[in-house]
């Protein structure tokens, strides 16, 4: 069997997914750590931990593909892609039907166009403010004191969503905690909360064409609140994996298999490569 | 991603441009000293014969902008142009101009003269008519109007031009008047003449860009040969300059020299460049060896590869005929739309590239309209990304290379499963895209 | 900040006292001060002078503003109440100030927070010409008129990018305590700039100098470098020129003050207790209302 | 406030915030086969609309009553909301009862709209006007008369209708009528600001984009005289002008929290487009003569409109120093160019001339205003307080 691996480094997490191949490509394992300011050791421990997982030695991965915000860090990654390809390749895999991708990130979101094959044909992503992406959401469970797992569930209980302008997620803090000065029910703010950053993605969305077999990926997709949200806005259902949180990370683990080829050289991870610790 | 290799081309042309450029901003120095009278003029469909035909010399607030930024100088004038008031979201070029003016910043150090006459070409750009009224102001010189109908109609109208001519011949009893001098109607046919023997050198080098390989880049190479365009377009200077770009260029297409050993991609630009990080915006393309087989940026001063010249037998009127109708500023936004997919077809493109520019809402007001055409209703990929020609503070570099790189990645997938189409096979002329929202959605709303 | 009535004065009972209650974003600051001049003097016929020679500020308080700002508001006064010695009951007069000043139930008047700190400051330091106001969400730069009048102002809005707000998420993010940030950043020998306009975003910048092994002075004086950068720009927006006063929860971080002393060129002042300008603000401007209507006369 | 007035402006709100054109709707019912035009807001030769029979129907936008889903993917940063939310409507059918659209070169952004609505809404009869620019020239007057033919026969064969001159003369007068009636409000409230409302006779005012003008005017006339009556006591305010909200609309509450903080209006360029000329356009003779000629001759100036021969900032300070206002608010919608470039020459002029002014910026959808609120406060206290 082939083997190889992805990693997707992320502003918020690092994600690791080995795929091997023989015949078919199969996920043989993933893992999750928090990316955290050391870019380069967090790929290291993901890629490990991938490895544990799937229960292959390191030594034994032909081929890492990186990407995310921190590809050009990955010290022992063959070659490196953007988020963009390798989430629409991702998404593909995971559901073959995918002709849009809905990303919603850590930092940013973005809004893919795939053609048949897993292929991009368009794409689009958020500016350069953090208003309306996953840590929006971080930040608003965090005034609110709830954990980032509950806030998805607990906005699905909103009666009457309030009303979000801002755009800021600085600035977000006080609109919720004057909201609930108001006497407003966590649920309700959180239900505003999770409406605005869905108009706005949507609002973004629309700039590629939006067709059914729509897929979304990125750790926000874990968020069951905002998968809802998304949906009612878009008047349209998603299809979401559970493992759509390692789309991208996947993505670059079927690159990397393509890459490979024929001449399969195993041996890329050596523990003499690795960042010294400590 | 591929190594990165440089991408400039360097001949004889660049070394005279450099002169002639220097000797322009000596002109004006002279000019400061009574020398010969400065006018200013703005560059979209200007009339720079007009000057000639007094002997002025052309005051181009646009290219001290552009200098300012490419010299990595423009953010001091922005920032002491937003002290007078200016918005964070004013076009950058006005506040780069003004700012300098009023801190005698000037981007060659050499001194520029205080117009005789601030004379506002309106021609599209509406900022061009606030700038103008700001900087006579702040120069405290005479200002005058010469109001250009937008292109609104397939074809200019008669009275267009009638109302054009007009005002050019008002102008010029208003030039008699404030430089002393006798508007010299020979003078005027002479550098009319000129004018159209550097469009029509200039139309060839473009054409040249048809070939594949194209020998030179007709976004980042054109923008050398755009400053001598509009300074000296009506003098002899231009049109020694022109044929010798055009010979040039032509020996480097006959021996089949491209830009790069190897061609990848061919693209068309919308939009100007980010003349803060020229050369970092240039590498990003160097990268993937993808050229601008054309542009529409470099169709401002004058949109000549369609075959249009000016004529020495009908003067004033050529002159009208050119400010209305063939600038790529006066045109309207769906003829802008025609422009570029006729660049696609006609000069074999894989792609539309669109830089959204912050400063300028002449070309980037209804830009994601225009994506959405050239994707969706045609099927041409087309990358948008987004920064600021004069305002380094709006560019972003990880995440422009981020777009670039991702886009190039789906190019060279699509090319590696041939889905990957140039020229007239890339526009699939399959309209049936998304243009308005579903029936479904009206209802929605409506309820 | 000086206490400027003559000590004899002090040991009797103020003639009047009144509160000023700064509701920000995220702190709810207090101060009481007191009027030791004739009961029923008009302000107005006082030279500035004369009149700052009666004030005296009795008492401060600071609470965290959290979701009841009402609440915050009494705890806050309760602890400059405190502070002073004296009992709620014998305050005059509440002046409310701050993003909040509408939920205060017990207020007498509210001012907004650029009027207050532009008294407060120019109390403070009579010869201020702006004042550089660095909040935890706002940041406001004031252009001062004669008698700390307020002559021209500029907030950001929209964008909490250069507040103080940055800061705590940096200090989080580097694992410092916010306390000793501002004196961290003054050991930087190479500050790193942040290009990053974005608070939330900057973090991610952050971490890339974190890995590149950039110190974390370095990192912490790029980071006020940038803030100063921002609030220069206010500044020269408001036309400031002469003495600065630099108040706000950010003016206790030494770091922020080098910054913007080396990015102005000119000495910054900041008063002892720079977060409480605003509410003394208030409290000024609430205590030459009682002084006009005379009200506690009675 | 008087009971018929509270019912008449609260007549006019439902008429404005009906996002669905209800009006129009209804007009259109009651005639059969007859055609409503669109403009977009600054100027429109509505006497000629009229003149064909047409409904002409202001645009100001959508202000917070619609969600950008479309639009932003087509105009994006940097675009000023009215833009967007014009082209919104357009594109989820709330502008389906108007079979045209009016714009001209007013900006850039606008311009660029003209032409992505024409591409978008293929069908719909779309023009663009060029209102001259330079008035002093000897070709301007019959180049507009040029443009306003042009547009004549294009309305004519959109609604198969003639265009006479005495219809023209007639319309002209009823539109006279209208733009009397508005000074005449005008003039009322900067007699009496503690009196008038500025919410109110902007609600007044806003209503006619979307009725008969003929309707207007009695509208109108009811109005002058209830609001004659009012009988509030002054306050202690400022006196303002307002100036750089000709095109987008500020929200309706941030018109009523102005006022509340302390602000007496007395004069603002609100919809500036139903107010265009200062006087009456001449009813008699050859009426796109006089329609051209007042508007290159006796026309508002607008940040919008150019004529180098009376500079704007020049006649700002005149008009404020002519009510006796004590200071200006500028009230500029985000992202709106020609106001902000004007904001540079007004700000030079008004320090000269000694008279404080206050920069706010406002987006239509906007609906909270704390930080607006506290800096009008704060100017207003910087006005009041010793
Ligand atoms: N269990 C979870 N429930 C809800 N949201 C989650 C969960 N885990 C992660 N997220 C969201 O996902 C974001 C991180 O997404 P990710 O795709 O990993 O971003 P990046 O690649 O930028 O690091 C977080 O900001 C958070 O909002
Ligand atoms: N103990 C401290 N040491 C240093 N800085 C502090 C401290 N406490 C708060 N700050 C800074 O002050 C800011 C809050 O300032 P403040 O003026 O109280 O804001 P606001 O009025 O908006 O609540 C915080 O964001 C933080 O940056
Ligand atoms: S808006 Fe655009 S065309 Fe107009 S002056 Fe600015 S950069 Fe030039
Ligand atoms: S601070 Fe807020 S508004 Fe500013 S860039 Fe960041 S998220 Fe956007
Ligand atoms: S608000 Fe300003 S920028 Fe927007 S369309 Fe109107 S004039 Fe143009």
Same mark, same amino acid.
């Given at each position: 069997?082939?083997?190889?691996?992805?990693?997707?480094?992320?502003?918020?997490?690092?994600?690791?997914?080995?795929?091997?191949?023989?015949?078919?490509?199969?996920?043989?394992?993933?893992?999750?750590?928090?990316?955290?300011?050391?870019?380069?050791?967090?790929?290291?421990?993901?890629?490990?931990?991938?490895?544990?997982?799937?229960?292959?030695?390191?030594?034994?991965?032909?081929?890492?593909?990186?990407?995310?915000?921190?590809?050009?860090?990955?010290?022992?990654?063959?070659?490196?892609?953007?988020?963009?390809?390798?989430?629409?390749?991702?998404?593909?895999?995971?559901?073959?039907?995918?002709?849009?991708?809905?990303?919603?990130?850590?930092?940013?979101?973005?809004?893919?166009?795939?053609?048949?094959?897993?292929?991009?044909?368009?794409?689009?992503?958020?500016?350069?403010?953090?208003?309306?992406?996953?840590?929006?959401?971080?930040?608003?469970?965090?005034?609110?004191?709830?954990?980032?797992?509950?806030?998805?569930?607990?906005?699905?209980?909103?009666?009457?969503?309030?009303?979000?302008?801002?755009?800021?997620?600085?600035?977000?803090?006080?609109?919720?905690?004057?909201?609930?000065?108001?006497?407003?029910?966590?649920?309700?703010?959180?239900?505003?909360?999770?409406?605005?950053?869905?108009?706005?993605?949507?609002?973004?969305?629309?700039?590629?064409?939006?067709?059914?077999?729509?897929?979304?990926?990125?750790?926000?997709?874990?968020?069951?609140?905002?998968?809802?949200?998304?949906?009612?806005?878009?008047?349209?259902?998603?299809?979401?994996?559970?493992?759509?949180?390692?789309?991208?990370?996947?993505?670059?683990?079927?690159?990397?298999?393509?890459?490979?080829?024929?001449?399969?050289?195993?041996?890329?991870?050596?523990?003499?490569?690795?960042?010294?610790?400590? | 991603?591929?190594?990165?290799?440089?991408?400039?081309?360097?001949?004889?042309?660049?070394?005279?441009?450099?002169?002639?450029?220097?000797?322009?901003?000596?002109?004006?120095?002279?000019?400061?000293?009574?020398?010969?009278?400065?006018?200013?003029?703005?560059?979209?469909?200007?009339?720079?014969?007009?000057?000639?035909?007094?002997?002025?010399?052309?005051?181009?607030?646009?290219?001290?902008?552009?200098?300012?930024?490419?010299?990595?100088?423009?953010?001091?004038?922005?920032?002491?142009?937003?002290?007078?008031?200016?918005?964070?979201?004013?076009?950058?070029?006005?506040?780069?101009?003004?700012?300098?003016?009023?801190?005698?910043?000037?981007?060659?150090?050499?001194?520029?003269?205080?117009?005789?006459?601030? %004379?506002?070409?309106?021609? $599209?750009?509406?900022?061009? +008519?606030?700038? /103008? @009224?700001? =900087?006579?102001?702040?120069?405290?010189?005479?200002?005058?109007?010469?109001?250009?109908?937008?292109?609104?109609?397939?074809?200019?109208?008669?009275?267009?031009?009638?109302?054009?001519?007009?005002?050019?011949?008002?102008?010029?009893?208003?030039?008699?008047?404030?430089?002393?001098?006798?508007?010299?109607?020979?003078?005027?046919?002479?550098?009319?003449?000129?004018?159209?023997?550097?469009?029509?050198?200039?139309?060839?080098?473009?054409?040249?860009?048809?070939?594949?390989?194209?020998?030179?880049?007709?976004?980042?190479?054109?923008?050398?040969?755009?400053?001598? %365009?509009?300074?000296?377009? $009506?003098?002899?200077?231009? +049109?020694?300059? /022109? @044929?010798? =770009?055009?010979?040039?260029?032509?020996?480097?297409?006959?021996?089949?020299?491209?830009?790069?050993?190897?061609?990848?991609?061919?693209?068309?630009?919308?939009?100007?460049?980010?003349?803060?990080?020229?050369?970092?915006?240039?590498?990003?393309?160097?990268?993937?060896?993808?050229?601008?087989?054309?542009?529409?940026?470099?169709?401002?001063?004058?949109?000549?590869?369609?075959?249009?010249?000016?004529?020495?037998?009908?003067?004033?009127?050529?002159?009208?005929?050119?400010?209305?109708?063939?600038?790529?500023?006066?045109?309207?936004?769906?003829?802008?739309?025609?422009?570029?997919?006729?660049?696609?077809?006609?000069?074999?493109?894989?792609?539309?590239?669109?830089?959204?520019?912050?400063?300028?809402?002449?070309?980037?007001?209804?830009?994601?309209?225009?994506?959405?055409?050239?994707?969706?209703?045609?099927?041409?990929?087309?990358?948008?990304?987004?920064?600021?020609?004069?305002?380094?503070?709006?560019?972003?570099?990880?995440?422009?290379?981020?777009?670039?790189?991702?886009?190039?990645?789906?190019?060279?997938?699509?090319?590696?499963?041939?889905?990957?189409?140039?020229?007239?096979?890339?526009?699939?002329?399959?309209?049936?895209?998304?243009?308005?929202?579903?029936?479904?959605?009206?209802?929605?709303?409506?309820? | 900040?000086?206490?400027?009535?003559?000590?004899?004065?002090?040991?009797?009972?103020?003639?009047?006292?009144?509160?000023?209650?700064?509701?920000?974003?995220?702190?709810?600051?207090?101060?009481?001060?007191?009027?030791?001049?004739?009961?029923?003097?008009?302000?107005?016929?006082?030279?500035?002078?004369?009149?700052?020679?009666?004030?005296?500020?009795?008492?401060?308080?600071?609470?965290?503003?959290?979701?009841?700002?009402?609440?915050?508001?009494?705890?806050?006064?309760?602890?400059?109440?405190?502070?002073?010695?004296?009992?709620?009951?014998?305050?005059?007069?509440?002046?409310?100030?701050?993003?909040?000043?509408?939920?205060?139930?017990?207020?007498?008047?509210?001012?907004?927070?650029?009027?207050?700190?532009?008294?407060?400051?120019?109390?403070?330091?009579?010869?201020?010409?702006?004042?550089?106001?660095?909040?935890?969400?706002?940041?406001?730069?004031?252009?001062?008129?004669?008698?700390?009048?307020?002559?021209?102002?500029?907030?950001?809005?929209?964008?909490?990018?250069?507040?103080?707000?940055?800061?705590?998420?940096?200090?989080?993010?580097?694992?410092?305590?916010?306390?000793?940030?501002?004196?961290?950043?003054?050991?930087?020998?190479?500050?790193?700039?942040?290009?990053?306009?974005?608070?939330?975003?900057?973090?991610?910048?952050?971490?890339?100098?974190?890995?590149?092994?950039?110190?974390?002075?370095?990192?912490?004086?790029?980071?006020?470098?940038?803030?100063?950068?921002?609030?220069?720009?206010?500044?020269?927006?408001?036309?400031?020129?002469?003495?600065?006063?630099?108040?706000?929860?950010?003016?206790?971080?030494?770091?922020?003050?080098?910054?913007?002393?080396?990015?102005?060129?000119?000495?910054?002042?900041?008063?002892?207790?720079?977060?409480?300008?605003?509410?003394?603000?208030?409290?000024?401007?609430?205590?030459?209302?009682?002084?006009?209507?005379?009200?506690?006369?009675? | 406030?008087?009971?018929?007035?509270?019912?008449?402006?609260?007549?006019?709100?439902?008429?404005?915030?009906?996002?669905?054109?209800?009006?129009?709707?209804?007009?259109?019912?009651?005639?059969?086969?007859?055609?409503?035009?669109?403009?977009?807001?600054?100027?429109?030769?509505?006497?000629?609309?009229?003149?064909?029979?047409?409904?002409?129907?202001?645009?100001?936008?959508?202000?917070?009553?619609?969600?950008?889903?479309?639009?932003?993917?087509?105009?994006?940063?940097?675009?000023?909301?009215?833009?967007?939310?014009?082209?919104?409507?357009?594109?989820?059918?709330?502008?389906?009862?108007?079979?045209?659209?009016?714009?001209?070169?007013?900006?850039?952004?606008?311009?660029?709209?003209?032409?992505?609505?024409?591409?978008?809404?293929?069908?719909?009869?779309?023009?663009?006007?060029?209102?001259?620019?330079?008035?002093?020239?000897?070709?301007?007057?019959?180049?507009?008369?040029?443009?306003?033919?042009?547009?004549?026969?294009?309305?004519?064969?959109?609604?198969?209708?003639?265009?006479?001159?005495?219809?023209?003369?007639?319309?002209?007068?009823?539109?006279?009528?209208?733009?009397?009636?508005?000074?005449?409000?005008?003039?009322?409230?900067?007699?009496?600001?503690?009196?008038?409302?500025?919410?109110?006779?902007?609600?007044?005012?806003?209503?006619?984009?979307?009725?008969?003008?003929?309707?207007?005017?009695?509208?109108?006339?009811?109005?002058?005289?209830?609001?004659?009556?009012?009988?509030?006591?002054?306050?202690?305010?400022?006196?303002?002008?307002?100036?750089?909200?000709?095109?987008?609309?500020?929200?309706?509450?941030?018109?009523?929290?102005?006022?509340?903080?302390?602000?007496?209006?007395?004069?603002?360029?609100?919809?500036?487009?139903?107010?265009?000329?200062?006087?009456?356009?001449?009813?008699?003779?050859?009426?796109?003569?006089?329609?051209?000629?007042?508007?290159?001759?006796?026309?508002?100036?607008?940040?919008?409109?150019?004529?180098?021969?009376?500079?704007?900032?020049?006649?700002?300070?005149?008009?404020?120093?002519?009510?006796?206002?004590?200071?200006?608010?500028?009230?500029?919608?985000?992202?709106?160019?020609?106001?902000?470039?004007?904001?540079?020459?007004?700000?030079?002029?008004?320090?000269?001339?000694?008279?404080?002014?206050?920069?706010?910026?406002?987006?239509?959808?906007?609906?909270?205003?704390?930080?607006?609120?506290?800096?009008?406060?704060?100017?207003?206290?910087?006005?009041?307080?010793?």
């Amino acid at each position: 069997m082939r083997i190889a691996a992805g990693v997707d480094v992320g502003s918020t997490q690092t994600k690791a997914v080995i795929v091997g191949e023989d015949g078919g490509i199969r996920m043989l394992g993933y893992a999750l750590v928090d990316t955290g300011a050391n870019v380069q050791r967090a790929a290291e421990n993901g890629f490990l931990a991938a490895c544990r997982e799937s229960g292959v030695e390191p030594e034994g991965v032909g081929y890492v593909v990186g990407t995310g915000y921190g590809r050009y860090k990955i010290t022992f990654g063959n070659t490196q892609m953007t988020e963009i390809s390798c989430h629409a390749r991702g998404a593909h895999y995971l559901f073959p039907s995918t002709r849009t991708v809905i990303d919603m990130g850590g930092q940013d979101s973005k809004a893919i166009s795939v053609g048949e094959h897993g292929e991009v044909l368009d794409f689009v992503m958020n500016d350069k403010c953090a208003a309306g992406t996953g840590r929006f959401l971080a930040n608003a469970a965090e005034v609110l004191g709830i954990g980032l797992e509950e806030i998805g569930p607990l906005s699905l209980r909103a009666r009457h969503p309030v009303k979000i302008t801002t755009v800021c997620t600085v600035f977000v803090e006080s609109d919720i905690l004057s909201y609930l000065a108001q006497g407003k029910k966590p649920e309700d703010v959180l239900g505003g909360v999770h409406l605005a950053i869905a108009r706005r993605t949507v609002s973004l969305a629309r700039r590629v064409p939006i067709e059914p077999g729509i897929t979304m990926t990125g750790g926000v997709s874990r968020n069951t609140g905002m998968v809802r949200a998304l949906e009612e806005v878009l008047g349209a259902k998603m299809q979401v994996s559970q493992q759509a949180h390692f789309a991208g990370a996947l993505g670059a683990g079927l690159f990397a298999i393509e890459k490979m080829g024929e001449s399969f050289e195993s041996g890329i991870w050596r523990a003499s490569n690795a960042t010294p610790r400590g | 991603m591929g190594e990165t290799q440089a991408s400039e081309y360097r001949g004889d042309i660049h070394r005279q441009q450099r002169d002639l450029m220097l000797r322009w901003y000596q002109r004006l120095e002279e000019s400061a000293h009574g020398g010969p009278p400065a006018v200013s003029l703005m560059i979209s469909g200007n009339c720079v014969e007009l000057l000639e035909a007094f002997g002025a010399v052309p005051l181009y607030p646009e290219v001290n902008a552009l200098q300012l930024a490419i010299r990595h100088q423009s953010l001091d004038p922005i920032l002491a142009a937003e002290e007078l008031g200016y918005a964070a979201d004013n076009c950058a070029y006005v506040k780069a101009d003004i700012g300098a003016l009023v801190k005698g910043i000037t981007p060659t150090g050499t001194e520029l003269p205080v117009p005789k006459l601030v %004379l506002c070409n309106f021609v $599209g750009c509406n900022t061009y +008519v606030k700038w /103008f @009224e700001h =900087a006579a102001e702040f120069q405290n010189a005479p200002l005058a109007m010469l109001d250009v109908p937008f292109l609104r109609t397939a074809e200019p109208r008669a009275e267009d031009v009638a109302y054009i001519v007009c005002q050019l011949k008002e102008i010029v009893k208003q030039l008699e008047e404030l430089t002393g001098r006798r508007f010299d109607y020979d003078r005027f046919r002479e550098a009319v003449r000129c004018s159209a023997r550097v469009e029509e050198a200039w139309s060839r080098i473009k054409h040249l860009a048809r070939r594949t390989p194209t020998p030179f880049d007709a976004y980042f190479d054109a923008i050398t040969l755009m400053g001598p %365009l509009y300074v000296y377009r $009506g003098s002899p200077e231009g +049109v020694e300059f /022109f @044929e010798l =770009a055009l010979r040039e260029l032509q020996e480097k297409a006959e021996r089949g020299e491209g830009i790069y050993d190897q061609e990848r991609f061919r693209v068309v630009m919308e939009g100007p460049p980010p003349y803060p990080f020229f050369r970092t915006f240039r590498d990003m393309f160097a990268a993937w060896k993808a050229t601008a087989v054309a542009s529409t940026y470099s169709t401002v001063g004058g949109l000549w590869e369609f075959g249009f010249r000016h004529d020495p037998d009908h003067p004033f009127e050529s002159l009208a005929m050119h400010m209305l109708a063939h600038n790529v500023t006066n045109r309207n936004y769906l003829q802008r739309y025609d422009q570029i997919r006729r660049y696609v077809e006609e000069w074999d493109a894989d792609a539309v590239v669109i830089h959204f520019v912050k400063s300028c809402r002449l070309f980037s007001a209804g830009q994601g309209d225009m994506r959405g055409y050239f994707t969706q209703q045609l099927g041409v990929p087309t990358l948008y990304v987004e920064s600021d020609l004069e305002d380094p503070r709006y560019f972003s570099e990880a995440q422009i290379r981020n777009r670039m790189d991702a886009f190039f990645e789906a190019l060279e997938h699509a090319r590696s499963t041939g889905t990957l189409h140039r020229g007239v096979a890339a526009i699939r002329h399959a309209p049936g895209g998304e243009i308005a929202p579903a029936a479904s959605d009206r209802l929605k709303i409506l309820q | 900040m000086p206490h400027r009535a003559a000590e004899a004065e002090r040991s009797q009972a103020p003639t009047a006292l009144v509160a000023g209650v700064d509701v920000g974003s995220s702190h709810t600051k207090s101060v009481l001060v007191g009027w030791f001049g004739e009961p029923g003097v008009a302000a107005g016929l006082l030279s500035p002078e004369e009149f700052a020679a009666r004030v005296c500020i009795l008492g401060r308080g600071t609470v965290r503003t959290g979701v009841e700002m009402e609440k915050a508001a009494h705890t806050a006064l309760d602890e400059a109440c405190r502070a002073a010695g004296l009992g709620r009951r014998a305050i005059h007069y509440v002046a409310a100030t701050g993003l909040g000043r509408y939920s205060i139930g017990f207020r007498d008047i509210q001012i907004t927070e650029i009027t207050s700190d532009a008294r407060g400051a120019f109390f403070v330091f009579p010869h201020a010409a702006a004042v550089m106001d660095i909040g935890s969400q706002s940041t406001r730069a004031i252009g001062l008129g004669d008698a700390g009048r307020v002559r021209q102002f500029k907030t950001n809005d929209k964008c909490a990018a250069g507040s103080g707000s940055f800061i705590v998420r940096a200090a989080r993010y580097l694992q410092v305590d916010l306390e000793s940030v501002g004196d961290l950043a003054l050991e930087a020998n190479h500050p790193h700039p942040i290009s990053s306009i974005c608070a939330v975003l900057a973090e991610s910048e952050i971490i890339n100098h974190v890995s590149a092994g950039v110190s974390v002075p370095n990192i912490l004086a790029g980071i006020y470098d940038s803030l100063a950068d921002r609030s220069a720009l206010l500044l020269k927006r408001v036309g400031q020129a002469g003495e600065l006063v630099f108040i706000g929860g950010v003016a206790r971080q030494q770091g922020a003050v080098r910054a913007l002393e080396r990015r102005l060129k000119i000495p910054v002042r900041v008063p002892e207790f720079c977060e409480h300008v605003g509410a003394l603000g208030a409290a000024l401007l609430g205590l030459k209302r009682v002084l006009a209507n005379a009200r506690f006369a009675a | 406030m008087p009971a018929a007035t509270e019912s008449l402006v609260e007549r006019c709100r439902e008429i404005v915030e009906d996002l669905s054109l209800g009006e129009v709707r209804r007009w259109k019912e009651a005639h059969p086969g007859a055609r409503a035009i669109g403009y977009f807001p600054v100027y429109a030769p509505v006497e000629l609309i009229h003149a064909a029979g047409m409904l002409p129907v202001g645009l100001n936008g959508a202000g917070d009553r619609l969600d950008l889903q479309y639009a932003d993917a087509r105009f994006g940063s940097f675009i000023c909301s009215i833009v967007k939310t014009t082209l919104e409507m357009g594109l989820t059918g709330l502008l389906d009862p108007l079979d045209g659209m009016l714009f001209s070169g007013i900006c850039d952004s606008a311009r660029n709209l003209a032409f992505v609505f024409e591409r978008n809404l293929p069908g719909k009869y779309v023009d663009f006007l060029h209102l001259p620019q330079n008035p002093s020239s000897a070709a301007s007057t019959e180049f507009l008369k040029g443009e306003y033919r042009r547009m004549g026969d294009a309305l004519e064969k959109l609604g198969g209708r003639k265009l006479d001159d005495d219809a023209l003369r007639a319309s002209i007068a009823v539109y006279n009528e209208n733009r009397k009636l508005l000074r005449d409000l005008y003039g009322l409230r900067a007699a009496s600001p503690h009196q008038v409302r500025t919410s109110d006779i902007y609600l007044l005012q806003r209503a006619g984009n979307f009725l008969p003008v003929e309707t207007h005017n009695e509208l109108l006339r009811e109005g002058l005289g209830s609001l004659a009556d009012g009988e509030a006591k002054p306050r202690d305010s400022v006196r303002i002008v307002i100036e750089g909200a000709f095109c987008e609309q500020p929200p309706l509450d941030l018109i009523r929290l102005i006022e509340d903080a302390g602000c007496y209006v007395l004069d603002d360029d609100f919809l500036l487009g139903r107010r265009w000329f200062t006087g009456d356009v001449p009813a008699y003779g050859d009426p796109l003569e006089s329609l051209a000629s007042c508007y290159l001759n006796h026309s508002v100036y607008s940040s919008v409109r150019h004529d180098f021969r009376n500079r704007r900032h020049k006649l700002l300070v005149e008009k404020t120093q002519r009510l006796g206002a004590q200071a200006v608010l500028f009230l500029i919608a985000k992202f709106c160019e020609p106001a902000y470039f004007d904001y540079v020459l007004f700000k030079r002029e008004l320090e000269a001339a000694a008279i404080p002014h206050l920069l706010l910026e406002f987006e239509e959808k906007a609906f909270t205003f704390d930080r607006l609120r506290t800096e009008v406060e704060t100017f207003v206290e910087s006005l009041l307080f010793d």
